[in-house]
């Protein structure tokens, strides 16, 4: 189980609920595993060794200064071991701090394994003992990770590279030293320290990783128990100024809403990237993962993160968008973190035909981010080259891609049918007009002028064409035909703004999704959603439980909106993540964690309903 992450743009490190390593990503958020998701080994010895999982060591996260703590309680020796990150290059930290409260002194080891599988793949890895460094350089092309531990006051410390044997090696919680191997290589070190009387000693830990051997060598070979403890400060003021501002009201979510700024933060690259989830534990099973950008989730996320006054870093991916568009102005279903195009399943030929293998809200919901961001920060001059290079393309897309009066079939949110869906629909609605004001201030009166009235026509055919007995359908087919499947989709067009909350046919609408999707508390996607389904019933999930939310505070219900709100909040691991969707008996995850989607739609409905 993935129980934290851990990132700053160029790494991000995600660990298992005894507070081990267990993905690492560089350079890209969430692509290249470093690790190949494979559990580092911790093992400790004050009388008897044993691995941290053995031990039920208290780990927890603490969002203030996004860092992981793991305490274990030894007998003669207290252990408090700290992970963080360098504020700006890919170091992780570890402080491991020993307390003896005995009367004598005491000695501990402990000795750490980390088995390294740079590219994600386990193949031609080489490692070494540095003496320079005092400490081990592992290396395969353009990858390389340094390895150092040393002391405050004094420890022995030993270090081996080897392959699956080294395993046992570090059993007694001590390596025997190897100085170098290739192949499928582990990482170890060992330290054995004597704790004071009543006092304490330290352990720093830094792995420290680069493109070449100067930057891996450079970085590491400078780390000291004095600038390890600096860079811990420095780390936790920072976030520590992020996140003080993020004050629930009413309501005690302050816990939660700072996880949720580091995870849309930390699943945020230096190039503007936002992946979906770091989550690699479905890569056996699939044999892909969630590990991209996909334009949807990305975008609300950088809308989410607009709201919490993160300029800088939604308007970072906004910046993604010219290099990411296609030359017809749309853009695809998913990218990796490099920005290249991604895996996919959608064909570009159907019915003997070509067709765009797109989701075309898409491209709408960037649009629809890009404009609630302008009407916030009026930053004319930051967008220059995201309206050149997308804004305006996208617009003559979705303009031009039309047929009978509305968008021409494309896939739908939830990636599974191709048609022309209420929800697209309704996000090319609030894509166009939020992109309207910065069209006319870009001086491109004409375009404004037709997204206005394309988007008013838009509404009265979704009116007339994509209801049913007074409420919304979720799609009309390939052959036109309304599907009548309650769908939480449907309530688009309220959320993105196409339809007044009270509308007739949006209160039925809702009152239906309600009535007919609501499990154990939360909000199923669809009628017998079969996705990752494990009982009877389909699975809720946490982004369709919070529209639901905001639609019940749209219309006045408040107190309603806050027990979805809440059912949401109780759903999140004791760490501050929240998942994809639950159980719908024990409501446990059953899907990737965390889902930056889940978060964005929390934070956006925690400021919808003024709790923020």
Known sequence: MRFTSLGNGVVLVNYDEFGRIVDLYYPYVGLENQTG??????????????????????????????????????????????????????????????????????????????????????????????????????????????LKAFCADGCDASYAVGKGDLVEDVKDASVNFRAADNGDINLAFSVTVRVPPGGVNKVYVVYALGKDY??????ASRASPTSVELSFSAWSSFWNVLTKRISSRERDYDFLAKASVAVMRGHTGLNGSIIASSDYSYTSLWGDYYNYVWPRDAGIVAHALDLLGFRGVALKHYKTLPEMVSEQGFLYQKYNPDLRLASSWHPRFMDGKPV????????????????????MYRDLDDLLEVYRGFVRPA???????????????????????????IWTVSTIYAGLNSVRQLLDDMGDHSLASDAQSFSSYLKEQAMRRLTHEGRFVRMLNKEGQKDLTVDSSTLAPAIFGMVDPKDPVMVKTAELVEGKLKVNGGLARYEDDPYRRVKAQPNPWLITTLWLARYKAMIGKRDEALAYLDWTAKRATPSGLLPEQVDPETLTSTNVVPLVWSHAEFVITLKFVGLL
Do not use: C
């Open 37 to 146: 998701g494979n559990n580092e080994l911790v093992y400790v010895k004050v009388d008897q060794p044993k691995e941290v999982s053995e031990l039920s060591p208290t780990v927890r996260f603490v969002p203030r200064v996004n860092a992981l703590q793991t305490e274990l309680d030894l007998g003669k020796i207290v252990m408090t071991k700290t992970d963080f990150l360098d504020v700006y290059d890919p170091i992780i930290y570890r402080i491991i701090r020993f307390y003896n409260p005995e009367s004598a002194e005491t000695t501990v080891s402990l000795a750490s394994l980390l088995d390294v599988n740079f590219y994600s793949n386990r193949v031609g890895d080489s490692a070494f003992y540095d003496p320079e460094l005092k400490g081990l350089v592992a290396y395969k092309s353009s990858r390389y990770l340094t």
């Open 214 to 219: 100067s930057e891996a060598f450079q970085r």
């Open 356 to 375: 765009y293998p797109i989701q075309e809200d898409e491209t709408a919901i960037e649009l629809w981010a890009v404009g609630e961001h302008y009407r």
């Open 395 to 421: 617009v003559k897309f979705v303009l031009g891609f039309v047929e009978d009066g509305l968008p021409k079939p494309s896939w739908d949110l939830w990636e599974e049918r191709y048609g022309i869906h």
